[in-house]
């Protein structure tokens, strides 16, 4: 073939240089090849996969060819990566072969396909200035070419076949170069299609997060917000209902002073009174759960004032039957309180949990304390008894829930812990624990926060 | 006994107290407000003044410094919900004598005047 020759010769073949005509069985092949890498490139859409296998198709049309490379410009820095390279006789993919970059960066910059072989002038003289030539017998480098900008380049060499490379061969490589432009510039929308959906799905989820703390936030602000709300009612409420009472309870006084009074109506105005009592107690509580003023606040031991409680109650304790457990962190920070109220949420948790333990075998009550790492102190109130119905859970802590007898709890301590833990700045909340009992928890904060706004 | 000047802004319950302290024997007066309460002092000089703590108008508290002004010899009592317990501690350091709570238990309203009217006796 006279064309091989005169190519070989001038040893940089440009596409310009390339016959145009093709002969028949030529065609076919270039047809079958392209169609079959067309097939192969539309279906992939993994860079690197996709690449691999337009080397495979090279050494299964091109027999000269015995490595290939596909080379990609990094855009941001310049740098040509090797992003797959082949040796026809390994199955290794990043086989590491010595492509001559001088041959890549030539095409890169010109922009049109390399030819080079044994016979060629700059390979014998080396005047291209690579010293990478050794035992490559001819070489052969187009680009990858999308819309006019060049993306990388193909190289393929041989350094086992002498006499070159056909022309035929460079233009189905060109061929080839454009076909796998288009699949990497598919592939890499691909991936940024992706890596956008990625993204997005990542927004999503952040977005799902965001609104479920939200949600939280928001449901636990309600819930204190209507507390606080109650709280401050409770106050006026109770100074509205105490005047009546107080007029009825003098009334019945006054009543039970007269003299011939029988039983009959004695009875029933010792009722009376007794339900009277009641409302006095459901009033008096309510007024407790209001707040009193910051100045009341002073930094204080709260191991003290647990103390303080428990040596006040642990004579009933001990008469009800239950062993009590102390267990005090010696480290504990002070905390800024009041210690009235604290000392009475403490008085609510611990008869609730003497009373829960009525039925129960063994009677264990442990209140420990314990620095937390966030800058709070933590209190746990911990019961043998019969733990709390789990659909309660949330209801505990409700103003006048209550699952005692009518008459028997107001329904109110809790209550007035929270209201007093709010106060605070600080959390209480309820879990059943392992013994089947119920533990209560308070977290109060070491900085003196200034109540929510 | 004594002469003793009940101030309630509810009527129903100066008429208890009333009833009551008249029953005790003692000589009752009353009034609905601050400034009628005020008046009442300077007119008939109670031994005791049972006073409300909250009044619309003028407060029990204010009622109760006005009448320390007057220096007479005038005790006061003052009265209170529960919810109001801590101000009420604090009008003893204004000169109250002694206060005490709604519901009013009249049995310890009377011990209450007795050590009162039995101090000033001697
Ligand atoms: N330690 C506990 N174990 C099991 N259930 C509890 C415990 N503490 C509270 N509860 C449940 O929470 C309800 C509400 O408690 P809360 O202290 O608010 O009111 P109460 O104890 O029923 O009435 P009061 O405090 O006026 O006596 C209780 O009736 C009980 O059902
Ligand atoms: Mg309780």
């Known amino acids: ?453 | 006994m004594g002469r003793i000047l009940v101030v309630d802004d509810e009527i129903e319950a100066c008429n208890a107290l009333e009833e009551f302290l008249n029953l005790k024997g003692h000589e009752v007066y009353t009034a609905l407000d601050g400034p009628t309460a005020l008046a009442k002092v300077q007119e008939v000089r109670p031994d005791i003044v049972l006073l409300d703590m909250i009044m619309p108008g003028m407060e029990g508290t204010e009622v109760l410094k006005r009448i320390k002004e007057f220096d007479f010899d005038t005790s006061v009592v003052m009265v209170t919900v529960v919810a109001e317990e801590n101000k009420a501690k604090k009008t003893m350091e204004l000169g109250a004598f002694d206060y005490i709570t709604k519901p009013v238990d009249l049995g310890y309203l009377e011990n209450v005047l007795l050590v009162k009217l039995l101090d000033t006796a001697d």
Not at chain 1, 342 to 364: P, R, W, Y
Request: glycine residues 6%; proline residues 4%; hydrophobic residues 40%.
């Open chain 1, 1 to 453: 073939m006279t064309q091989t020759n005169s190519t070989t010769k001038k040893t940089v073949t440009t596409d310009k240089s390339l016959p145009r005509r093709h002969s028949p069985r030529d065609n076919a092949r270039n047809v079958d090849f392209l169609v079959k890498i067309s097939n192969i490139l539309a279906k992939s859409l993994d860079i690197h996969a996709l690449l691999e296998e337009v080397i495979d198709q090279i050494f299964y049309f091109m027999k000269r060819i015995d490595r290939g490379a596909i080379l990609l410009l990094d855009k941001d820095t310049g740098e040509l990566k090797e992003a797959v390279s082949k040796v026809r006789t390994s199955n290794h993919v990043n086989a590491r072969i010595n492509w001559s970059r001088a041959v890549a960066h030539k095409v890169i910059k010109e922009g049109n396909p390399v030819v080079l072989s044994d016979k060629s002038h700059e390979y014998r003289s080396g005047s291209l200035g690579d010293i990478e030539f050794d035992g490559i017998l001819s070489a052969m480098c187009v680009p990858l070419r999308y819309k006019g900008e060049i993306q990388g380049v193909i190289y393929v060499d041989s350094i086992t076949l002498p006499g070159g490379i056909r022309k035929d061969d460079l233009r189905l490589l060109s061929g080839l170069g454009d076909t796998t432009a288009i699949a990497i510039q598919n592939a890499q929308l691909y991936e940024d299609l992706k890596e956008e959906l990625n993204e997005r799905r990542r927004a999503e989820e952040a977005l799902i997060k965001a609104n479920r703390d939200l949600e939280e936030t928001r449901d636990m602000l309600v819930q204190s917000e209507k507390f606080a709300a109650i709280g401050r009612l409770s106050a006026a409420i109770a100074h509205e209902i105490l005047n009546p009472v107080n007029i009825i309870s003098m009334r019945i006084q006054l009543l039970e002073a007269l003299e011939g009074i029988s039983e009959s109506i004695r009875k029933p105005l010792r009722i009376c009174k007794g339900q009277l009592n009641r409302i006095v107690t459901i009033t008096e509580s309510l007024g407790r759960s209001s707040r009193t003023s910051e100045k009341r606040r002073v930094i204080a031991d709260l191991n003290e004032t647990i103390e303080r409680v428990v040596d006040l109650i642990a004579p009933q304790l001990r008469v009800d039957g239950i062993r009590t457990h102390v267990e005090l962190h010696s480290g504990l920070p002070l905390i800024p309180m009041d210690k009235e109220r604290i000392e009475q949420v403490i008085f609510n948790l611990v008869s609730n949990a003497a009373v829960a333990m009525t039925g129960s075998e063994n009677k264990v009550l442990k209140i420990t304390t314990k620095p937390n790492p966030q800058g709070s102190v933590l209190i746990a109130v911990s019961d043998t008894g019969a733990g709390i119905d789990p659909g309660d859970i949330d209801k505990v802590f409700d103003p006048f829930f209550t699952t005692k007898d009518p008459g028997e709890g107001t329904g109110l301590g809790l209550f007035i812990a929270y209201s007093i833990v709010q106060e605070h700045a600080g959390r209480i909340w309820a879990e059943n624990n392992e013994s089947g009992g119920a533990s209560f928890y308070i977290d109060l904060p070491i900085e003196r926060t200034p109540k929510r706004s």
